[in-house]
């Protein structure tokens, strides 16, 4: 959209300057702005985004500051806050990823999932000053990032064919690497869906010697975080959880959650947070965030999406959501489709179709490869629409 430097925004109506082109109303380019994005969200299936949500909150609070100052456990004297909620969506989640209620764990809201990558790598780095950061080829763009931000030394370690991490090869890094490691790993990566496996990378780590004391490992939990812990038949090994000997885990607000606002939530133990807290005697708080003024109107968000939606709703998603994702992989590979679907996995990998349908479902793609997520809002008519589109595509160039 060309935006006109002169444009002003009338008050009350149009304003007409002589000469020039009509200027809109704020009212008319909200519309318009709305139009658009409402337009977008109906096609929509290339990002792990929960579109669905009809959030209510936090509109009744639209027009207030909410601002989470400080550290989510000690509050300030700052009152415009909703600190208590914050705590209230730490515990839920220290629930679903099976914290041990008798071990201490720290947590908050962050503004994305990005966030809580960076803020997990650094309280790793904090802890384990002189290591080596570990990840896959897969994991995202924001853990290699992170390294740099944090002037880490990383190792990307080669993935199986699915895009999970190979154990094995994650086990040579760290012998390889010769100093303590600090080791990211996947629950559900952003292309394919993959997940490491938590548990068979904690004992090759055990096998190669990098034992606890040598390492902290944190799980990236964008999506899938909160997607496996509610499907009953996935595999112990994958399960995001505290159960697995790690110490950090983090997911997006806006992926599975379903906030109308990015944001994300981290959880990890304790003992790595007391480490880094300074108390800011002006804020009566510590200071144990990245940000210090935070997003409270997605403290709100995420809130009411955990406790109105509930553990019920997250299991008939997640359910739902693989069910659907099952069926479009089985009807595409049917039409000879090469599609990679892994298992409990809500995205699907297939050749890159034309540009028209790329930006219709607004599918991401890298090295002619696309990916769809089936996430609660992509029904049975948005899947049907998208398989017709993209199966004319598929015969047209096959003919
Ligand atoms: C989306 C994603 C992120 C980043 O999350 P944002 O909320 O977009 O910052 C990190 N890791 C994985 C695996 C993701 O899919």
């Known amino acids: 959209m060309q935006v006109d430097a002169r444009r002003r925004f009338p008050v009350n109506g149009a304003v007409e300057v002589a000469g020039a082109t009509p200027v809109p109303t704020m009212a008319a380019v909200l519309q318009r702005t709305e139009r658009r994005l409402r337009a977008a ?46 705590l209230e969506v730490v515990a839920w989640l220290q629930r679903v990823w099976r914290a041990d209620p008798g071990e201490a764990f720290w947590g908050s809201v962050v503004a994305s999932g990005t966030e809580g990558n960076l803020w997990a790598l650094y309280l790793a780095r904090e802890a384990r000053p002189v290591a080596t950061l570990l990840h896959s080829d897969a994991a995202h763009y924001s853990i290699p990032k992170a390294a740099r931000l944090l002037r880490m030394p990383a190792v990307a370690v080669p993935t199986e064919p699915g895009g999970a991490i190979d154990p094995e090869a994650l086990a040579s890094a760290a012998r390889a690497a010769g ?25 090759a780590l055990d096998r190669a010697g990098v034992t606890a ?8 939990g964008a999506l899938n975080a909160m997607v496996i812990p509610f499907l009953d038949d996935a595999p112990e090994g994958i399960r995001p959880g505290f159960d697995h000997a790690i110490d950090s885990l983090s997911t997006s607000g806006h992926k599975m959650i379903g906030t109308p606002m990015p944001c994300g939530v981290l959880v990890a133990r304790r ?44 299991r008939r998603d997640a359910a739902g959501c693989l069910a659907r994702a099952a069926r479009l992989a089985t009807d595409l590979t049917a039409a000879g489709v090469p599609v990679v679907h892994n298992p409990w996995s809500l995205t699907l990998v297939f050749p890159q179709p034309a540009e028209s349908v790329v930006n219709r479902y607004q599918l991401a793609c890298s090295d002619d490869r696309a990916h769809a997520i089936v996430m609660p809002n992509v029904g049975d008519a948005l899947l049907s629409q998208f398989r017709g589109d993209y199966l004319a595509w598929w015969s047209a160039q096959r003919s």
């Open 41 to 86: 969200q109906a096609t929509h299936l290339g990002y792990p985004y929960n579109l669905v949500a009809r959030s209510r909150v936090p509109a009744g609070m639209s027009g207030l500051l909410v601002n989470n100052l400080g550290d989510p456990y000690v509050g300030s004297h700052f009152g415009s806050e909703v600190c208590e909620l914050e």
């Open 213 to 220: 004391e040598r390492r902290f490992v944190h799980v990236d």
């Open 271 to 314: 003992p790595y947070v007391d480490r880094v807290a300074a108390a800011v005697s002006y804020l009566r708080s510590d200071d144990t965030t990245l940000m210090g003024s935070r997003n409270g109107h997605a403290v709100l968000a995420v809130w009411e999406r955990l406790i109105g939606h509930g553990e019920a709703g997250f």
């Open 179 to 203: 100093t303590d490691v600090v080791v990211a790993l996947t629950c559900g990566t952003t292309m394919t869906g993959a997940h490491d496996d938590i548990a068979a990378c904690l004992a």
